[in-house]
């Protein structure tokens, strides 16, 4: 049977229980959602038909004994349902009977996948659901991000930055992530050029844009007062209206405009485009700041650079990684470094993953730093709790422990 695009992939790890106990389908329900199924519990012949016939589930949890149905009728109407989805057949009736189920639905064409002898322990329940989960990774399509966007599985974590010479925090990162159903949290590498190339590009920049002036807004309210950095894509830079709508946005939050970083890579910042040039100026003209990301890795035309009206410089991780091990990386660091000053842009290190790159770059005289040594992005509620206990490198060598 022909699958359609969207039914192999989103529907790749539905379930539907048909049990007439109803603990039991619930008991199933709880250790799947916790392994990232979509479940639903049915407890009669009728209600799990309907259910199938609309959530085409990729599997399907059978209890052989119920009383308006017996489960060999159910295999029956599966296969002439041309059923795909693999099935595990439940009971208690003894393994006998659950065997000879099996054959049954085997001998009809049913990709009969195991089967659950009750009463079963959860821990072993939860192997065979497990071992029942897509194990390649799927291809993500534009419907699943279409419904990650619509069912919020996107959400926002906010990685810290501190002025390295004191700790203190002055803002946060504001980076997607998508709870997927089945694989789990994803980060931004698995999604962004699909996200690109399907034209949704946009409506993720807003989603991100939203939330985090949301939490800015809480944050402020608080009594936490940062900065907030949001990235852009390249091409959210085709969108004519974006420092409008960016603004009529922090209005809408109640946040100075000044206090929302917008972060363009340098490959897009560099671009001969003009648009980059008109967008940039726009958004400063209203008072945002503009950072250069994942500074390094392009091809500056310095020229180019002191006529972009941008605020900061963020040095890419790559070579702050390396800053402590290879000369070439330091030497770009510090020029890096001394092109900011230069030109009178605020420098920020990313990618600090160790003090003793914390404190190379305090040494070096860059002012703000990012990384997970600092600390992992996180979500907001944690962000106070991180500030109260967060301890910088002593940089200072042992005059200035206590
Ligand atoms: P980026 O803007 O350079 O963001 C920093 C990335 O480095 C983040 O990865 C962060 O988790 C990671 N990172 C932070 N500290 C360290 C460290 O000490 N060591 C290492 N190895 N990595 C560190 P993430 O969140 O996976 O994001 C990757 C990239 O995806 C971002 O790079 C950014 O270009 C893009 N991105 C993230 N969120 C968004 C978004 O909302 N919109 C757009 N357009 N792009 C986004
Ligand atoms: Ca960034
Ligand atoms: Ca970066």
């Keep these: 049977m022909a699958e359609r695009a969207d039914e192999r992939v989103v529907g790749a790890a539905r379930m539907l229980i048909v049990d007439d106990e109803r603990p039991f389908g619930d008991f199933v329900k709880r250790i799947a959602c916790r392994l990232g199924y979509e479940t639903i519990v049915t407890t009669e012949a009728q209600a799990f038909k309907n259910a199938y016939v609309q959530a085409r589930p990729s599997l399907v949890v059978l209890d052989l004994l119920m009383p308006d149905q017996d489960g060999i009728d159910l295999l029956r109407w599966l296969a002439s349902q041309k059923c795909t989805g693999r099935i595990l057949i439940s009971s208690g009736v003894g393994d006998r009977v659950i065997e000879a189920a099996r054959r049954v639905g085997l001998e009809r064409g049913l990709d009969i996948a195991g089967t659950i002898v009750k009463p079963v322990r959860g821990s072993e329940l939860r192997k065979i659901l497990a071992g029942l989960l897509p194990r390649h990774p799927q291809s993500l399509g534009k419907t699943d991000l279409e419904r990650a966007l619509d069912q919020r599985e996107l959400f926002v974590v906010y990685q810290p930055k501190v002025h390295l010479a004191t700790g203190r ?70 969108d004519e209206g974006l420092a409008d709508e960016i603004a009529a946005r922090c209005r809408e939050f109640g946040v100075a405009t000044r206090r929302v970083t917008i972060e363009v890579t340098e490959s897009a910042a560099m671009s001969d485009s003009l648009q980059a040039l008109d967008i940039l100026t726009r958004l400063r003209l209203k008072g945002f700041e503009v950072a250069i990301d994942d500074f390094g890795t392009g091809f500056s035309s310095l020229t180019r650079l002191r006529r972009l009206p941008v605020t900061e410089l963020k040095v890419d991780r790559s070579f702050v990684r390396e800053c402590l091990d290879a000369k070439d990386a ?12 230069n030109l009178e842009l605020v420098p920020v290190a990313e990618g600090l993953e160790t003090p003793e790159q914390y404190r190379k770059l305090v040494e070096l005289g860059c002012d703000f730093g990012q990384g997970y040594v600092i600390s992992y992005p996180l979500l907001a509620e944690s962000l106070s709790a991180w500030e109260a206990q967060w301890r910088m490198p002593d940089v200072y060598g042992e005059a200035a422990s206590p």
């Design 330 to 341: 330091l030497g770009i660091v510090k020029t890096v470094l001394e092109l900011a000053r």
């Design 169 to 238: 925090l002055q803002g946060v990162e504001a980076l997607v992530r998508w709870r997927h159903p089945t694989l789990g949290d994803l980060a931004p590498d698995r999604f962004l050029s699909l996200a690109e190339a399907s034209g949704l590009i946009d409506a993720l920049f807003h989603f991100v844009l939203n939330e985090a002036l949301r939490q800015q807004y809480a944050w402020a309210i608080s009594g936490i007062d940062v900065q907030m950095a949001i990235n852009l894509s390249p091409l959210n830079m085709y």
